[in-house]
């Protein structure tokens, strides 16, 4: 069985730039997470999707950061215009709700 | 505020030493406690902790969940190099939703 599959793995991208990361969940698994890793810290969530629903983006920042999952399978999560602290691990994780948490190997983004 | 409190911040141990990592919680609507390894990037599930007083064991790892007093320990024996990396210690609350801890930095030296 395939894990969570994220790309790209790295993105170097210059500030004001826009990026976005794609993210294939485990199959069956209704639920999706994208989180947040600063060096250091552990990961936080940004928003988490059961199905297609945004069901808790709170600590999303929705003036420059969207996501969407359409048709409840895969997702992309977008930054417009990127800053120089947005560099960090952006991981995708899937549950099947709620259970059997599964994390992809992440994004490592550097802006510059 | 801090729902997810690790310590030690970071550990440096010599192989064959065992070792006791930390995780104190406050959460509402507790589901469960997992520990998860992260070497690289991507955290990999250890254990998921639901009842207290259970001992989870896998090989030279097991941990331990105390739901009166709000905290898990994370036990290692008989270090191996290949245990060096962060581990991260989250509560799953009833909605699904994760709070990670900070993480311990083992570091096992030969």
């Known amino acids: 069985e395939a894990g969570v599959v994220q790309s790209p793995r790295y993105k170097i991208i210059e500030k004001k730039q826009p990026v976005a990361f794609w993210c294939n969940p485990i199959?069956?698994?209704?639920?999706l997470y994208w989180y947040l890793q600063n060096l250091g810290q552990g990961p936080e969530l940004l928003i988490r999707?059961?199905?297609?629903?945004?069901?808790?983006d709170s600590q999303l920042p929705k003036d420059r950061f969207s996501a969407e999952r359409l048709k409840g399978v895969d997702s992309t999560l977008k930054i417009q215009p990127a800053e120089l602290g947005d560099s960090a691990v952006y991981l995708c994780?899937?549950?099947?709700?709620?259970?059997?948490?599964?994390f992809g190997s992440g994004t490592r983004l550097t802006v510059v | 505020e801090d729902k997810v409190v690790q310590s030690p911040l970071s550990l440096v141990v010599h192989e064959g030493d065992t070792v006791t990592l930390n995780c104190s919680y406050e959460?509402?609507?507790?589901?469960?406690l997992l520990w998860y390894k992260q070497e690289k990037k991507a955290p990999t599930f250890l254990f998921m902790l639901?009842?207290?007083?259970i001992e989870k064991k896998s090989g030279r790892l097991s941990s331990i969940l105390d739901k009166k007093e709000l905290f898990s320990i994370l036990n290692i024996t008989a270090t191996q190099t290949g245990d060096s990396a962060i581990y991260l210690c989250?509560?799953?609350?009833?909605?699904?939703?994760?709070?990670f801890g900070r993480g311990t930095q083992l570091t096992v030296w030969p």
């Open positions: 994780a899937s549950s099947n709700r709620g259970y059997g948490y599964t």
């Open positions: 199959s069956g698994h209704n639920t």
């Open positions: 999707y059961e199905n297609e629903e945004a069901v808790d």
């Open positions: 959460v509402t609507n507790f589901r469960s």
């Open positions: 639901t009842s207290s007083g």
């Open positions: 989250a509560l799953c609350s009833t909605l699904g939703r994760l709070y």
